[in-house]
């Protein structure tokens, strides 16, 4: 099969620039996918010289790096601009080949699916796409100073939902989005929960041992928010909830420790120098710690070694962290929006909390290390409801479903240009 994943690639470290949860999507179901035998090419756009055309991710996915545009300097936003260069590279790939080398087309991603959607004409496979967030939802739920998406996107999204053969939604309210705000067709948009790594992200290590390894003190209350540092992602209300938390219980700074994993993303970002100069401003610089993208052991650490962690987003497709940290036994104060709610069960694994009022954050959290032996139970049971085997595997589904109406309904292109020449002909003759 061919995946598509132009923006970001999935040999990027996630938790910077534009890597993040789909990296890690594609990732992981590429990976089960090759387990069950389907050989997975992933098609993403070279960012550097240094790359070669072609990386083995694991026996099974490889990972093609397409010339599309110069390696380095261009944003997301200047990639429509370059789908045309993608599109041939990706077409010309499969032209080496004997035809039906590909028997299905996987999209991440509008820009992705713009590609695809052309690709599935010409090979006469469906396309199934996987939005991963929306511009119209976005929009709707825009944090402060956060620039909104530009119509080009909403057109493109609104092009690609027109056209795949199946949409796959991460969860019942994204379904609802693309029907509702994008005019899917419910019939082919299927619910498709991400997973987790419950091996990797486990609550088995001992914790103390994970507060050493990332250095904090037995007796610390560890706030952890982990992400790519963006205004839709709120970090800033998690500064703000510590900053009340203090104020309220002064003798609490002894023991606090606020840490902050990930780097910047995109434009017009929450830069941590910003948020540096937000701690500073709110006095709780002394807490407050930025650590850089950690890799999953590391990262597995960071959850285990927190008390609580907090994913305040503005938006959420989904929300992998706030399922990460539960499956390493770490309960979650979570924004009540897009996927988090599916994320994590309010008052089982976390608490929900509507808005982005600080004063909401300071009580959920004061909430959750009141309760937190128990939320750590239910939370690593909450995380095992979710898999990315069985992601993989209703992935597996949507393609052979998709692929038996393809052969129904499609017919090879050279039929199709004899259609397009006879209806030619026919409208020739009555002129
Ligand atoms: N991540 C990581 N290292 C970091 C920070 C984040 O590997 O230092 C990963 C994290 O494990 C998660 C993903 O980035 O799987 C973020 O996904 P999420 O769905 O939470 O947010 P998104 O990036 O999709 O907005």
């Known amino acids: 099969m061919a995946t598509l994943s132009v923006h970001t690639s999935p040999l990027d470290q996630p938790g910077a620039g534009d890597a993040g949860g789909m990296n890690v999507y594609v990732v992981e179901v590429s990976r089960r996918l090759a387990a069950r035998g389907i050989a997975v090419e992933i098609f993403t756009r070279a960012t550097s010289s240094d790359l070669p055309p072609v ?5 099974g996915v490889t990972v ?5 545009g110069p390696f380095e300097g261009l944003g997301k936003d200047d990639l429509p601009a370059q789908l045309c260069a993608f599109t041939a590279a990706v077409l010309r790939e499969e032209a080496r080949h004997e035809p039906g080398f590909y028997d299905v087309l996987h999209s991440h991603y509008w ?14 496979v469906p396309l199934v796409h996987s939005a991963h967030t ?3 939802v976005k929009n709707a739920a825009l944090a402060e100073g956060d620039a909104p998406e530009p119509m080009a996107r909403v057109i493109g999204e609104e092009q690609v939902v027109a056209e795949a053969d199946r949409l796959i939604a991460n969860t019942v309210e994204e379904a609802r989005q693309l029907v509702r705000w994008y005019d899917a067709d419910p019939a082919r948009t299927l619910v498709v929960p ?8 486990t609550d088995r290590r001992d914790r103390a041992a994970a507060r050493r390894a990332v250095g904090v003190a037995d007796d610390a209350l560890v706030l952890l928010f982990v992400g790519r540092i963006q205004p839709l992602k709120a970090p800033d209300v998690l500064l703000h909830a510590a900053a009340r938390l203090l104020a309220d219980e002064p003798a609490l700074r002894a023991r606090l420790q606020v840490l902050v994993v990930g780097a910047p993303s995109g434009s017009g970002l929450a830069e941590p120098r910003q948020l540096q100069e937000l701690a500073v401003s709110l006095g709780i610089a002394d807490v407050v710690r930025f650590v850089p993208p950690q890799g999953p052991a590391a990262l597995a650490d960071h959850y285990r070694a927190a008390d609580v962690a907090v994913v305040p987003s503005h938006n959420e497709s989904f929300g ?3 399922l990460e940290a539960q499956a390493c036994g ?17 008052g089982v694994s976390g608490v929900l909390v509507d808005g982005h009022d600080p004063a909401d954050y300071a009580a959920a959290i004061r909430k959750v290390v009141e309760q937190r032996e128990v939320l750590s139970v239910g939370a690593r ?3 095992e409801c979710f898999s990315w085997d069985r992601t993989a595997g209703s992935l597996v589904e949507a393609y052979t479903a998709a692929m038996g109406e393809m052969r129904a309904v499609v017919r090879s292109p050279r039929d199709r240009v004899r259609d397009a020449v006879r209806a030619f002909s026919v409208g020739g003759t009555a002129r």
């Open 330 to 346: 770490t309960p979650v104060v979570a924004a009540a929006v897009g996927g988090l709610p599916t994320a994590v069960a309010d």
């Open 55 to 59: 990386v083995e991710m694991v026996p």
């Open 111 to 124: 820009l992705s699916g713009q590609v695809g959607w052309l690709a599935r004409d010409r090979w006469g």
């Open 320 to 322: 992998l962290v706030a």
């Open 194 to 201: 991400p997973g987790v790594d419950l091996e990797r992200f």
């Open 134 to 136: 929306l511009a119209k």
């Open 381 to 383: 049971q909450h995380a």
């Open 64 to 68: 093609r790096h397409v010339s599309a």
